[in-house]
């Protein structure tokens, strides 16, 4: 899963689809150029909200041929952790503060062949991860307090970015740094610069009218504004 914050994957998420149309707006972003399919699992107890289950995943996986990359909210998670894999997720990432014991929870994923996913809230040190490095494939940074999708981006977690990135190099581990919340043209040249290789859009790709250039956009940040000079 090696990345390359030049090309960063972008992760399109279904939470600001329109539900009624799920499969027709999973082709359209594939289509559109999307790398991975994120998805938003919510319980209504790990956060305040609740959206869809792994007979959704299943039936979305008809859909499309892109990775779908899980990211439970929802506690506990390890009782449905096999169910989600068998829906077809390709990546399956959960929040330590999910259950007890992250180790296991992701050995338990990587034993069904999946990539494991470690999610850390803004409040969450990067300690959280240090120590299960290495069954770790995937590092995702909360950048705004999950449930919602369309919330403002926190900048104060461009330092834990770049503290993880740090990590990420120190480690010569394949692992991909995700970025999740409040992604969009504009906050994206600076989560990219902090060492991200993954952006998740949710308001950023299904709330623009034409997706294409909406993650393109993403992709390839534009230009610096030219500066203003005297006349003359
Ligand atoms: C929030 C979810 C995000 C959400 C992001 O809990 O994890 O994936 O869809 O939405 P935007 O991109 O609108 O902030
Ligand atoms: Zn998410």
Redesign the pocket.
């Known amino acids: 899963m090696k990345t390359d914050s030049t090309r960063p994957l972008i992760a399109p998420?279904l939470?600001?689809a329109d539900f009624a149309r799920l499969g027709e707006e999973v082709r359209a972003v594939e289509q559109a150029g999307a790398d991975w399919l994120?998805l938003?699992i919510m319980d209504g107890h790990f956060?305040p909200n609740i959206t869809f289950g792994p007979l959704v995943v299943k039936a979305l996986r008809q859909h499309t041929s892109l990775p779908m990359d899980a990211?439970l909210?929802i506690a506990p998670a390890d009782p449905y952790i096999v169910a989600f894999a068998e829906a077809g997720a390709d990546h399956i990432s959960v929040h330590p503060e999910a259950g007890p014991h992250l180790h296991r929870t992701l050995q338990l994923i990587r034993s069904l062949g999946k990539k494991a996913g470690v999610v850390l809230n803004p409040a969450t040190p990067i300690e959280a991860v240090v120590n299960v490095l290495d069954i770790t494939d995937i590092i995702m940074v909360m950048t705004?307090n999950?449930?919602?999708?369309?919330?403002a981006f926190l900048a104060s977690q461009l330092s834990k970015i770049a503290a993880l990135r740090q990590l990420i190099d120190d480690s010569g581990r394949d692992i991909v740094l995700q970025v999740?919340?409040?992604?969009t043209a504009k906050t994206a040249p600076q989560i990219l610069a902090a060492g991200a290789t993954c952006l998740?859009?949710?308001?950023?790709v299904y709330g623009a009218p034409d997706y294409a250039p909406a993650i393109q956009a993403l992709r390839t940040p534009p230009p610096p504004r030219p500066q203003l000079t005297e006349a003359g």
Do not use: C, E, K, R
């Open positions: 998420s939470l600001a994120h938003d956060v990211h909210m705004v999950p449930g919602f999708g369309g919330q999740d919340g409040g992604v998740i859009a949710g308001t950023a």
